[in-house]
C-alpha cells in the first residue's frame, strides 16, 4: 500500500506506542485468519489508522500472540472486531486492485510477481468482496475510470485524485449513523486525496523515467521529474485545503478509544510524510521495512 498514514514515533507515549503496534499486530492476525497467510503481506499503516478510526468503544481487547516475527516474546494483539474485521477486509480489496494494477502496468519480472500475488490471493479477495460488496463495487468503479483518466493522459490532478478518493470516502457509508456517515466520509475523501498527490509527488521522478502515467507530468507539462518552486507551492496550498478539511471532520467525531494515536496521525504524521515527500526524503520503501522491525 502507501504507507504515509503513520504516526511520529518520537511524539508518542509508550502506551500509545504499544497500543499502535497492539493494532497493527492484529490487523496482521486477522488478515490471516480471514484469508490465510499470503494475506498478512498486506498488512499496512493506512487501514491500520482506518482500524482505529472506525473502532467503537469496545474495540480495544487485546491477547499475548506470537508469529514468525515475533517468535519469543508475544506481543498484545488487538482482538478480532467489527472495526478489525472491517479493516481486514478492504485491506485484502484494494490491495488485490492495487497488485493487478501493477500486474498490468509492469514489465518483466515486476509483472510476474505482480500476476502471481493476483493469481494466489484471487480467492480472498472474492470472499472480501462478498463481504463488503459496497466497498468492492467503489474500488472497481473508480479504479477502472482512474485507469480510463491515465489511458486519457488526464492534465486535470483533481480529477484523478477524486477517483482514488472517492474509494476512501464509500467506506464511510457502513458507518452507524447518517451523521457519522457524512463526517467519516469526508475526512476519508480528503485523506485519499493527500494520499494519492503524495504518491504522485514521490513517484514523479521514476515515472518520468519509465514513462508511466503521472498526472503531475500533465498537469504542468514536465519535460524533467522535478518540480519548480512556485508548482510545488501549488500543490502544497491544496493538500493544505485537504488537511484543513480532515481536521474539521475530525473535530465534529465522537470520542475514540484511539483518539491520542489519532490526533498523533491527522496532526503530526501527515504534515511530517509530506515534509519528507516534497524534501524527496521519503524514501517509503526503506523507511516502511525499518519501522516494521521495530514494531
Not at 498490468?104 to 490471493?121: I, S
Not at 485523506?191 to 514523479?204: C, E, N, P, Q, S
Request: hydrophobic share 40%; with cysteine; proline share 4%.
Amino acid at each position: 500500500m502507501y504507507g504515509y498514514v503513520r504516526p511520529v514515533k518520537g511524539e508518542m507515549k509508550i502506551s500509545e506506542f504499544e497500543r499502535f503496534r497492539g493494532v497493527y499486530c492484529g490487523l496482521c492476525h486477522e488478515l490471516s485468519r480471514r484469508y490465510g497467510p499470503l494475506s498478512r503481506f498486506l498488512v499496512n499503516y493506512d487501514f491500520t489508522f482506518l482500524a482505529m478510526l472506525l473502532a467503537g468503544p469496545d474495540d480495544t481487547k487485546t491477547c499475548p500472540r506470537r508469529c514468525a516475527a515475533h517468535p519469543i516474546k508475544a506481543t498484545d494483539c488487538l482482538m478480532a472486531c467489527a472495526s478489525l474485521e472491517t479493516a481486514a477486509d478492504m485491506t485484502v480489496i484494494l490491495g488485490w486492485w492495487k497488485m493487478a494494477d501493477g500486474a498490468q502496468d509492469g514489465h518483466g519480472p515486476r509483472a510476474a510477481g505482480y500476476k502471481a500475488a493476483c493469481r494466489a490471493l484471487k480467492g480472498a479477495c472474492d470472499k472480501a468482496a462478498a463481504r463488503q460488496p459496497a466497498f468492492a463495487a467503489a474500488v472497481e468503479e473508480n479504479l477502472r475510470g482512474l485507469r480510463k483518466l491515465e489511458s486519457e493522459h488526464c492534465p486535470n490532478l483533481d480529477q484523478a485524485a477524486d477517483r482514488f478518493a472517492s474509494i476512501l470516502r464509500s467506506i464511510g457509508a457502513g458507518e452507524r449513523t447518517p451523521e457519522r456517515q457524512r463526517i467519516t466520509g469526508e475526512l476519508l475523501y480528503h485523506l485519499g486525496r493527500i494520499i494519492y498527490i503524495l504518491d504522485a509527488v514521490d513517484d514523479l521522478a521514476e515515472d518520468m523515467r519509465t514513462g508511466d502515467y503521472n498526472p503531475l507530468r500533465y498537469r504542468f507539462a514536465l519535460a524533467e521529474g522535478r518540480l519548480t518552486p512556485e508548482q510545488e507551492r501549488e500543490l502544497r496550498t491544496g493538500l493544505q485545503l485537504s488537511h484543513n478539511a480532515i481536521s474539521g471532520a475530525y473535530a465534529l467525531m465522537e470520542s475514540n478509544p484511539y483518539a491520542g494515536i489519532l490526533t498523533n496521525i491527522i496532526y503530526l504524521g501527515l504534515p511530517a510524510a509530506t515534509q519528507a515527500v516534497f524534501a524527496g526524503t521519503w524514501n517509503a520503501g526503506a523507511k516502511l521495512k525499518r519501522e516494521r522491525s521495530s514494531l
